[in-house]
């Protein structure tokens, strides 16, 4: 049991000596850098295949549970780590390395300091997912927000400088409100660690609840900010679609530690309540999922550039999160967790395949495909990529698969994961019975994929119905189309291992809808709130 709760930390480790290693070895040769952060990367993904393995193979109760310095919880700062977590972080450490190696092509040397912010910004997103406590949360977020401002700034240009500004003052805000609710909510509890909190609230003097239900309010309207909830979410499609495509790629997992919070705190705190708090929650998150959804779902229909749309996709992925957390059920979180392992990894895939098709289409087909407002009018710097990859010839058919399989796993068709994950939602949500918000939350899911579908269709047609010169024959690095195709590949065989897969979210959903097993691993027995 000791050697399972030092494995919650270790997913934080290895991002850290990544970065110090960067910092204290910043004048090796470019190739050795690459390898040693593909190398970290590479550890990271092992740890976290390792933590999930241990969760997996134990009881769907029990948690790696870490107390920094030994403090006795809840007092001192807790890590946590139960197969909500550690799904999150391997979801984290997969998407970083397929970035990684994508960015050790070229795009590494475009500015200053990539990797060090890279691998702190994958520090912030698994110690997002790993804390225990909202003040460590803060702190993570704010790790994750700074390395992301260098990021989004990474390779120069006009545009990702308006973006980046625009980005950074919403986030500063986010963060503001996210202390005064972390604020309210210990001056009503007495406790910041989440799992003293879901004990301490039913014992809240009924003088001091409209108190710690504003402070939860506040708190959740950060939340959703950092999901990319509507009608907060305005910074999100020009910040993803500005941002060099690896950033990019590694961002599409950012949105979810908005909805890993408020999935976290809303089945600990409110999901088992009852009366009027219940319903006004679940109604909110409701009517800001449906509403996530249209917008996200209308501005694809509009996208002519592939990162514009798989920006937008992003939207529609964070309003299903928000419904399926509304709805308020362990079928349909079950069949949420497989969405949005599938959904991240495709919409990862999006960002890096829209570089590729770049490079390898002539000047006509990306006036078809590209709009005007993604890169601004920098001339791309020199690139010394050929001692890192090779160029891999003939690569326009693989790409046009990539696109086909991405498409397939965005608007949920089968036979691919995304089908799977919706079907598993849809089947739940009826098998609860016919509500009107089931008939709303089918109608979101089975509207939107038709919608996403029109949207990729459309702009397959913009990008690949086009005649390549006799002479231009398509090649591209075989350290970007590898990533991708991993990516892709993981989704396929995500859905070929469905009744395995949904058998273990199904666990992991049980375990996260009965908050009194989650406290009982993180508090010791007996603790009073």
């Not at 980046?164 to 500063?172: E, G, S």
């Amino acid at each position: 049991m000791a050697e399972l709760n030092h494995i919650a930390i270790l997913a934080i480790l290895v991002p850290m000596a990544a970065v110090i290693a960067n910092l204290l070895l910043g004048n090796l040769r470019p190739v050795s850098r690459v390898r040693l952060n593909i190398a970290f990367s590479v550890v990271l993904l092992l740890v976290s295949i390792l933590l999930l393995v241990v969760l997996a193979r134990s009881d769907g109760n029990l948690a790696a549970v870490y107390p920094l310095g030994n403090w006795p919880v809840p007092f001192g700062i807790v890590l946590v780590a139960d197969r909500l977590a550690a799904v999150m972080v391997l979801v984290t450490s997969i998407l970083s390395l397929a970035a990684l190696l994508y960015a050790s092509a070229r795009w590494h040397s475009r500015g200053s300091n990539f990797f060090p912010l890279f691998h702190a910004l994958t520090m912030g997103l698994n110690g997002a997912f790993l804390t225990g406590d909202l003040f460590n949360l803060f702190v993570f977020f704010e790790l994750l927000l700074a390395a992301s401002y260098g990021l989004t700034l990474h390779g120069g240009g006009r545009n990702q400088v308006k973006a980046a500004l625009h980005y950074i003052a919403i986030n500063l805000v986010a963060s503001f409100l996210f202390l005064i609710g972390v604020a309210l909510i210990y001056a009503t509890t007495g406790t910041l660690n989440m799992a003293d909190i879901g004990r301490a609230v039913p014992l809240i003097a009924p003088d001091d609840r409209g108190l710690f239900d504003a402070g939860a309010a506040v708190l959740g309207v950060a939340f959703l900010i950092k999901a990319g909830s509507w009608p907060l979410h305005f910074w999100l499609p020009r910040t993803y679609s500005s941002a060099a495509p690896p950033v990019a790629a590694l961002f599409a997992v950012m949105t979810k530690v908005g909805f890993y919070a408020i999935l976290r705190l809303w089945t600990l705190v409110f999901a088992n309540a009852s009366g009027p708090e219940l319903a006004f929650g679940q109604n909110v998150l409701l009517v800001l999922g449906l509403a996530t959804i249209a917008y996200g779902s209308i501005g694809a229909l509009s996208s002519k550039a592939l990162d514009r749309l798989a920006s937008y996709l992003i939207l529609v992925s964070a309003g299903t999160l928000l419904l399926a957390v509304g709805y308020n059920a362990p079928g349909v979180t079950s069949g949420a967790l497989y969405y949005v392992v599938a959904a991240t990894l495709a919409a990862g895939a999006l960002f890096l395949l829209k570089d590729v098709i770049d490079q390898i289409l002539p000047a006509e087909a990306q006036v078809l495909a590209v709009s005007l407002e993604i890169y601004g009018d920098e001339e791309e710097a020199p690139d010394d990529s050929d001692e890192v990859s090779r160029t891999l010839p003939g690569a326009a058919t693989l790409v046009s698969w990539c696109f086909a399989i991405a498409a397939l796993i965005m608007a949920g068709l089968p036979p691919l994961s995304g089908f799977v994950s919706k079907f598993a939602m849809i089947s739940a949500a009826l098998g609860a019975g016919p509500t009107a918000a089931t008939w709303w939350f089918v109608a979101a899911l089975i509207g939107s994929g038709f919608l996403v579908l029109v949207a990729m269709v459309r702009n397959g047609i913009n990008i690949f119905w086009t005649s390549l010169p006799d002479s231009d024959v398509p090649r591209v690095r075989t350290a970007e189309i590898v990533p991708i195709v991993a990516l892709l590949a993981l989704c396929v065989l995500l859905a070929l291992a469905a009744g395995p897969a949904m058998a273990f979210f199904a666990e992991t959903a049980a375990f996260i809808h009965s908050p009194q097993g989650y406290m009982d691993v993180v508090l010791p027995m007996g603790t009073a709130p």
